[in-house]
């Protein structure tokens, strides 16, 4: 399975040099394994980027974003345990445009952590596909989930009644 990694980003969203430093030196003070990645821009004028991380262990989730101005930036980052990822689904829909061409549109959709995004550039679209197979094989089931009530008893219980 061709993946791709931080090194081979694609130019957009831009991931500047600082950026593709502070997301590598985080990973490895984490020990953990890129397998796979994906980021986005996100904020009021798209200057934040969101860059997901598909690791050996779970799913880096980090944030760069201006603070106090865009002259300084901070990364922020979680690790999510792939048996707290649910809800991975990769959607596509291909569609006619014209005569001969055609255009693919990818929407990849997480419960938790949250996160959603559709994409209709075909670059960054082999680059979701890629993205999303790693997290689909490396989550939890998103199958039917037991709710949280708070009672303690289990999901079979209920039931067998």
Request: aromatic share 8%; charged share 25%; glycine share 6%.
């Given at each position: 399975?061709?993946?791709?990694?931080?090194?081979?980003?694609?130019?957009?969203?831009?991931?500047?040099?600082?950026?593709?430093?502070?997301?590598?030196?985080?990973?490895?003070?984490?020990?953990?394994?890129?397998?796979?990645?994906?980021?986005?821009e996100c904020?009021?004028?798209?200057?934040?980027?969101?860059?997901l991380?598909?690791?050996?262990?779970?799913?880096?989730?980090?944030?760069y974003?201006?603070?106090g101005?865009?002259?300084?930036?901070?990364?922020?980052?979680?690790?999510h345990?792939?048996?707290?990822?649910?809800?991975v689904?990769?959607?596509?829909?291909?569609?006619?445009?014209?005569?001969?061409?055609?255009?693919?549109?990818?929407?990849?959709?997480?419960?938790?952590?949250?996160?959603?995004?559709?994409?209709?550039?075909p670059?960054?679209?082999?680059?979701?596909?890629?993205?999303?197979?790693?997290?689909?094989?490396?989550?939890?089931?998103?199958?039917?989930?037991?709710?949280?009530?708070?009672?303690?008893?289990?999901?079979?219980?209920?039931?067998?009644?």
């Amino acid at each position: 399975m061709h993946r791709v990694r931080l090194a081979d980003w694609p130019r957009m969203p831009y991931l500047n040099e600082e950026l593709r430093e502070w997301v590598a030196l985080q990973l490895k003070a984490l020990g953990v394994e890129e397998i796979a990645i994906f980021a986005l821009e996100c904020g009021p004028q798209d200057e934040e980027r969101r860059v997901l991380v598909a690791t050996d262990i779970g799913l880096w989730d980090g944030l760069y974003t201006p603070r106090g101005s865009t002259a300084r930036y901070a990364l922020r980052s979680t690790l999510h345990a792939w048996q707290a990822v649910r809800g991975v689904r990769l959607e596509a829909e291909t569609f006619r445009l014209w005569a001969l061409e055609h255009q693919t549109r990818w929407q990849m959709r997480i419960t938790r952590p949250a996160l959603e995004v559709t994409i209709d550039d075909p670059q960054l679209g082999a680059a979701l596909a890629d993205f999303a197979k790693a997290c689909l094989v490396m989550a939890e089931p998103a199958g039917w989930q037991a709710p949280d009530d708070g009672s303690g008893a289990e999901a079979g219980e209920s039931l067998s009644r």
